[in-house]
């Protein structure tokens, strides 16, 4: 465990937040792992088929980890106070209901994959391969929610290197299999989610091994866990917003590639490998949101709102600066960057002009982020939860169904998303200096 309420701010946060970026990044290596194999031994039209379903992926990733984020701002508040004795309740009672909701999605998921495509406007000639993809990827969410349920577990008690530790083993895991499912197996896109699915389990196995062993007093034992709903209840007024806005802003993004969808296979496969640029990219700003979520929720729980304030100036500096390099970067070389996924002359122009024009406001998004990871560390969760759906569902959606309808075409969708950034930036910074003065 890890003790955030001491020690000079920017440090602290900086040598948390360090392994949950490396964590993630590795997370992140599991769907462009497909991505960048699939596309180069299966093509283009395989690529924009894993792609619809990786929007697919991200909503039920970013469910799990909003459902499982009340535990973690619970156990890092108890931590911070020292009540230890609540931290096993809310562990149980996160875990249980984690697995719950878990496999509820993955049956309807299954059941319901192939409509979902049509839904969405998915070219006919992608639907078997998509539909293939994406039913193993449901079967996976089980895997995934428990996994995620054990992590935000760990780093609310401040231990954010051994699901680092365990995510970077998996990873290689994912790739080894892709190569050998694909290549070898001749499996097509279900060797690509195949693979994950297995890697995902492998993660959860682990991270359940790794508990034992660390903390034997707050293991979860399968066959002895109890539901505490008066913990329940806490987590949920602070994680349900916070999952409610995960999945308004995966829809909201599903609303964007039913756009794309719209414009042939080119403009899907290049906004499956722009998408997974800009995801690296975006990163280290999500990173210190989440390393804020924590930070603040164990000084709120020690009452230094002083040091709250002083290590989110400090985040901010260092998430604009490291956003800064990063647009700069992408922006010189965006060819090099589509490239790796797909060497196809139209998807990489498609793919250039999307880099161009989103990355230049990566600094707004890393600002968001952090303003977002401290509101969610005060357990202020539901005035985020109305920015990140207005700013993308009533402002980024809006503005990219206009702007593709002009002679924008496609470009418009990419111009769209700084716009939703803004407004998204500007209503948590209102509510941050309404509490504040508070």
Do not use: H
Request: glycine share 8%; charged share 15%.
């Amino acid at each position: 465990m890890k003790d955030l309420t001491q020690g000079d701010e920017l440090k602290t946060i900086f040598y948390f937040s360090l392994p949950i970026f490396i964590g993630n990044l590795f997370q992140q290596l599991y769907n462009v792992a497909d991505s960048v194999i699939v596309g180069n031994f299966l093509g283009k039209e395989s690529l924009a088929a894993v792609g619809f379903s990786y929007q697919i992926n991200f909503l039920l990733i970013a469910l799990s980890m909003g459902i499982s984020l009340g535990a973690s701002v619970l156990v890092s508040r108890y931590f911070g106070a020292g009540e230890r004795e609540k931290i096993k309740k809310v562990i149980d009672t996160g875990f249980l209901f984690s697995v719950f909701l878990a496999i509820i999605i993955a049956v309807a998921g299954v059941i319901f994959s192939e409509k979902i495509l049509l839904f969405f406007r998915v070219p006919d000639k992608l639907i078997g391969m998509a539909d293939s993809y994406l039913k193993l990827i449901f079967i996976g969410c089980i895997p995934t929610f428990s996994y995620n349920a054990l992590t935000n577990i760990l780093r609310g008690m401040g231990d954010s290197k051994t699901p680092t530790y365990i995510l970077i083993a998996a990873t290689l895991i994912n790739i080894v299999l892709d190569v050998f499912f694909i290549t070898v197996l001749d499996m097509g896109v279900s060797g690509a989610a195949v693979a994950t699915v297995i890697a995902q389990t492998f993660s959860f196995v682990v991270c359940m091994w790794y508990m034992k062993y660390k903390y034997p007093d707050l293991f979860i034992r399968i066959w002895s866990l109890q539901l505490d709903l008066e913990e329940l209840k806490k987590s949920l007024v602070i994680g349900t917003p916070a999952m409610l806005q995960q999945v308004f802003v995966s829809v909201g993004f599903m609303s964007i590639q039913f756009l794309i969808n719209g414009f042939g296979t080119d403009c899907m496969a290049a906004y499956t490998a722009a998408s997974k640029v800009d995801s690296f990219a975006e990163m280290p700003a999500l990173n210190l949101g989440q390393a804020m979520t924590n930070f603040a929720a164990q000084n709120y729980g020690a009452k230094k709102m002083d040091r709250v304030i002083k290590g989110g100036k400090s985040a901010l500096v260092m998430g604009v600066g490291v956003s800064v390099l990063i647009s700069t970067v992408i922006c010189l070389f965006p060819s090099s960057f589509i490239s790796i996924f797909n060497r196809d002359p139209g998807v990489i122009q498609i793919g250039n002009s999307y880099l161009r024009t989103v990355s230049v406001f990566y600094f707004v998004f890393a600002a968001m982020q952090i303003l977002n990871g401290i509101l969610l560390g005060y357990g202020k969760s539901f005035v985020p939860m109305l920015a990140s759906i207005g700013s993308l569902c009533l402002m980024q959606v809006p503005a990219a169904i206009i702007l593709s309808r002009t002679s924008l075409g496609y470009n418009g969708i990419w111009i769209a998303a700084p716009v939703g950034w803004f407004g998204g930036l500007t209503i948590r910074f209102l509510y941050f200096r309404y509490i504040a003065r508070k």
